[in-house]
């Protein structure tokens, strides 16, 4: 669960500062995606950078699950992060070097978990290796496991990158223009991949799209101007009449359209 109450973010800008986020509050339940558009500079990625706990905002309240974050340290957020979300950026940033299956991998290596329950290494590499197979079987690259990033399509890349994100199994999914790069179709089917996921994995997602047309495919969503985020629904009508096909439920009991 991600819950925002009165958020300002501020950036120094010559004498002044320039407000970034104005006063912004908004919730998402797990097992639900809430999408975020708005004008080039409107604020999108720095709500994204406060939800991500990379940066701490001027004032107002950040939850993540029942943590409240603007009062934890650098080390504490880095914990945070490295636990509980699961971050996608714009641009596929996978390392050249290294093959789909071990991009997700390293994030086990990263987290430097301890072997649960008194398991051996050896176990706890086969435990990581099978889900790590699973997730890229989930985004449906599991053929491509053990190429590199540059004998990718844009689009696998953008699902090993998604599948990487969830490794550490998080309950908040930040995405950040997932389809920036990618042409309708491919971009269409990463939207239905990342509402699938976010349901199967039960994570509370935000999702940042300039297009405003994806965007009706979700329940609630925020258009950002000047920093200010105000809050959209379902036209009334398309709320009375869905396609009973297109509606599922959340694991939150929230309605979520699937195209
Ligand atoms: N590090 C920074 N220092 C100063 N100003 C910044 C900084 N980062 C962003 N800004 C300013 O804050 C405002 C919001 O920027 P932000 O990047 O959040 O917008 P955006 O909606 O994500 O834009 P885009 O769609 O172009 O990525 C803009 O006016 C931008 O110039």
Excluded at 72 to 89: K, M, N, P, Q
Excluded at 120 to 149: C, I, N, W, Y
Aim: glycine letters at 8%; hydrophobic letters at 40%.
């Amino acid at each position: 669960m991600i819950t925002l109450s009165n958020v300002t973010l501020t950036y120094p800008d010559g004498a002044s500062r320039i407000i970034a986020v104005d006063n912004v509050s908004l919730a998402v339940a797990r097992g639900s995606v809430v999408g975020l558009s708005g004008p080039s500079g409107s604020g999108k990625s720095s709500l994204l950078a406060v939800i991500s706990t990379l940066i701490r905002p001027d004032s107002g309240s950040v939850r993540i699950d029942d943590v409240e974050v603007t009062g934890l340290s650098l080390s504490e957020r880095a914990e945070l992060r490295r636990d509980h979300l699961g971050i996608v950026f714009q641009q596929s940033n996978l390392l050249p070097a290294l093959t789909a299956l071990e991009q997700l991998l390293v994030m086990e290596k990263l987290g430097a978990r301890t072997p649960r329950g008194g398991a051996s290494k050896a176990e706890t590499r086969r435990h990581s290796r099978s889900r790590a197979m699973d997730l890229l079987a989930a985004v449906g690259v599991e053929r491509q496991a053990h190429k590199f990033p540059a004998m990718l399509s844009g689009g696998e890349r953008q699902r090993v990158n998604i599948a990487r994100a969830l490794m550490n199994d998080p309950t908040v999914l930040v995405v950040d223009e997932p389809t920036s790069s990618l042409d309708q179709a491919r971009g269409t089917s990463i939207l239905n991949l990342i509402t699938r996921l976010t349901i199967e994995q039960n994570t509370a997602t935000v999702l940042v799209t300039h297009d405003e047309q994806q965007l009706q495919r979700f329940e609630t969503y925020y258009v950002m101007v000047d920093g200010v985020a105000t809050r959209q629904t379902l036209a009334a009508d398309a709320q009375q009449t869905p396609p009973p096909a297109l509606l599922t439920t959340g694991i939150s009991g929230i309605p979520i359209r699937i195209p």
